[in-house]
Structure formats: structure tokens, C-alpha cells
């Protein structure tokens, strides 16, 4: 995971964010999760969805307690920000900003051919 003008704190947070995701790692294959880093308060990564592709950063949001999802272009330009999650909803909540679409099988069979969902 690459890291960047980031403290000790930053990078025990973004371990913690990984952590949470390793639970899920079809999911997030299924993201085209790539290129994580380490970011103030959080983790950074590529994805390439069928509804997002572009950036995403897990932030954690401190006095609540919980976390923000924010959804970049590739220019770094904010598309959709999600606040208020808690640790055991990110993976689906990105899930659904990300990957999610309606009639999901149906599209990963025309996109991907014979897959067993």
C-alpha cells in the first residue's frame, strides 16, 4: 500500500479500513479494486465498476466515530459522497455506489460470459 505525506495514525487507519475489506476480497475483485494508498484519515483506491469507475476514499470521521465514502473522477473531482457508515456496512455500501445495478447477474454474464453467480 503505497503511502504519501501520511503519520503513523493515518496508516494504522488505513490498515484497519483493509482489514475490514479483507473479509470481502471477492467483492472487492469484483470492484476492480486496485492501487491502495494511504491517505489523511483513511485509504484511497482505483475501481472500475459498472457504476463508478475512478477513485474512492474511505475517511474516517472522527467525534462520530464512523466513516465517509467519496466517490472521485479520475481528475480527482468529486462525484457522490456517503456519510455516517459504520465499519460493517463499507464493504456493501461501496458495493453498492460502485457495483450494484439492477439485474446484477444478468449484466456480469454479458460482460464476463458463462459465470456462476
Not at 484511497?44 to 474511505?58: A, E, R, T
Request: hydrophobic share 40%; charged share 25%.
Amino acid at each position: 500500500m503505497e503511502t504519501t505525506n501520511t503519520n503513523q495514525e493515518d496508516l494504522e487507519m488505513a490498515q484497519y479500513i483493509m482489514k475490514v475489506f479483507s473479509m470481502r476480497k471477492i467483492t472487492l475483485m469484483s470492484w476492480g479494486f486496485n492501487a491502495p494508498k494511504v491517505i489523511t484519515d483513511g485509504v484511497q483506491f482505483d475501481v472500475n465498476g459498472f457504476k463508478h469507475s475512478g477513485l474512492v476514499q474511505v475517511i474516517y470521521q472522527h467525534g462520530l466515530d464512523l466513516f465517509k465514502i467519496c466517490l472521485l473522477s479520475t481528475e480527482m473531482e468529486l462525484v457522490k459522497e456517503v456519510t455516517e457508515i459504520y465499519f460493517d456496512e463499507l464493504v456493501s455500501t461501496i458495493d453498492e455506489q460502485v457495483e450494484m445495478v439492477e439485474n446484477y447477474e444478468v449484466r456480469v454474464k454479458q460482460e464476463y460470459g458463462n459465470v456462476h453467480l
